[in-house]
């Protein structure tokens, strides 16, 4: 028995269900929340000019909106998330949608900007819903079926971060900005309704006191070097995906002349990395974690070597965004993958470390790529955007040395698992072989 089906759930009759265990509806609306709460995070990009004007701001004081955001994003991946473990999984998204809705109610209608800066960081806090409905779905999936199932939902997140900045612009331009946040809120209300209605009910996992649930997630991150490892490659990716979308408006409303519905729509070409999700999905689940994730390396860093020699050719920038989006959702889905696997009991809080690092590097990517454009051009930007994944070409590179235990896939028990290789075994062979048990 698999510990997906060890953890303690009361699941409702899903006739629907499919060989992949979960209702194909549901699959579908995990994906599409996740899409729409993750949106909430990019939707102040590109109103910040409107917002200067409305407030009387600098530039500078504007963009502390969409600091407080990812700040406020931080403090819910750190502090929120890992209660997805502690309390039951349903109830705790309708409460985290409640008072998302909220905040952006309160955006919406803000009357001067330090409104808008709380209600943001709220919003932003608790639009982790995101990160615990991926696990959740995990924890449904049967093991065979799960890397389909988690790549099917993150291809919904990944859709919403790239279409944010689109819909945003656009109704902004047709209605205003305001218009913007309070869509949000009235989305936000019906998705709460909607998951409350359709989703299972789902056990707490540990009974630890909170205190000792955070405490807990840092000590899973030293018991797992595969967890450390996964992070830093997803932090090397996402940086290099930051330092592209965060600079590409510049080059776009500069030598191409875009203006900024333009920018948003080139946006849309993003989208299509989307579509690669299932199919990463479907390579997790033949245990070809360790040979794609090396492959997607080399497919971002020849990406923004496309956008550098291309720089005056919008065909070779939009192929370009295109090959960086499915290298980095690849390798998120199969960062994922791996990390879901180390112990079904803590899937919350290995998630909240997993994107926690991650999304470290793709802030320190972002502020790079903006430095390194006013330096010298999109000519540093990619020069800077094809090093991160090489670098992380280079840390996968020293998987190699370590044993391959093939003895150890051919015995029964618990000293022969293998935690730290960050490739797993096939998900079919783990259904034969006892796991062992991971503390955390």
């Keep these: 028995m698999s510990p997906a089906s060890k953890t303690p759930s009361t699941r409702r009759p899903a006739p629907a269900a499919t060989a ?36 009387h701001l600098g530039t500078a004081a504007a963009g502390t909106l969409i600091t407080l955001t990812q ?86 997140l990944l859709a919403g971060i790239l279409l944010s900045r689109t819909v945003s612009s656009l109704v902004s331009s047709a209605a205003g900005w305001r ?79 875009y203006s900024q519905i333009g920018v948003a729509v080139f946006a849309l070409v993003g989208a299509a990395g989307a579509a690669v999700a299932p199919l990463a999905g479907r390579w997790a689940d ?54 879901y696997q180390l112990d079904a009991a803590a899937r919350s809080r290995l998630n909240s470390a997993f994107i926690a690092v991650f999304f470290a590097g793709g802030a320190l990517g972002s502020q790079l790529g903006s430095l390194a454009y006013h330096a010298a051009g999109w000519t540093a930007v990619s020069a800077l955007g094809a090093v991160l994944p090489l670098i992380g070409l280079a840390y996968w590179a020293t998987e190699r040395r370590r044993p391959r235990g093939r003895a150890g896939r051919h015995r029964a028990g618990p000293g022969r698992a293998r935690p730290d290789r960050a490739g797993p075994v096939p998900l079919t062979a783990l259904s034969r072989v006892p796991r062992p048990r991971c503390e955390g």
């Design 286 to 339: 033949r245990g070809l974690v360790r040979p794609v994730t090396g492959i997607a390396f080399g497919v971002a860093a020849v990406a923004f070597a496309a956008a550098g020699f291309g720089q005056h050719s919008i065909v070779l920038i939009a192929l370009a965004a295109i090959l960086l989006d499915m290298a980095v959702q690849t390798t998120l889905i199969l960062g994922q993958h791996t990390v």
């Design 71 to 156: 700040i406020g994003y931080v403090a819910g991946m750190i502090f929120l998330v890992p209660l997805g473990d502690r309390l039951e999984k349903r109830r705790l998204v309708t409460v985290l949608l409640a008072v998302t809705t909220v905040a952006l109610a309160v955006a919406g209608t803000a009357a001067d900007f330090p409104v808008l800066l709380v209600a943001s960081l709220v919003s932003g806090a608790t639009s982790v819903v995101a990160q615990i409905l991926v696990p959740f779905a995990a924890s449904l999936a049967p093991d065979h079926a799960r890397g389909r199932v988690v790549g099917r939902v993150m291809s919904g």
């Design 179 to 257: 218009y913007v946040y309070l869509g949000s809120a009235v989305l936000m209300a019906l998705l709460a309704l909607a998951l409350r209605a359709a989703l299972p009910q789902h056990a707490p996992t540990t009974s630890l006191p909170y205190s000792q649930v955070l405490r807990s997630t840092l000590r899973l991150v030293r018991t797992h070097p595969a967890l450390r490892r996964r992070g830093l490659y997803q932090a090397a990716m996402f940086g290099a995906f930051s330092a592209f979308w965060t600079t590409v408006s510049f080059l776009l409303t500069g030598p191409f002349h």
């Design 20 to 55: 992949q265990g979960v209702p194909g509806w549901l699959v579908v609306l995990l994906a599409v929340a996740s899409g729409m709460t993750v949106a909430n995070l990019y939707y102040a990009q590109p109103l910040l000019s409107s917002l200067s004007h409305v407030f």
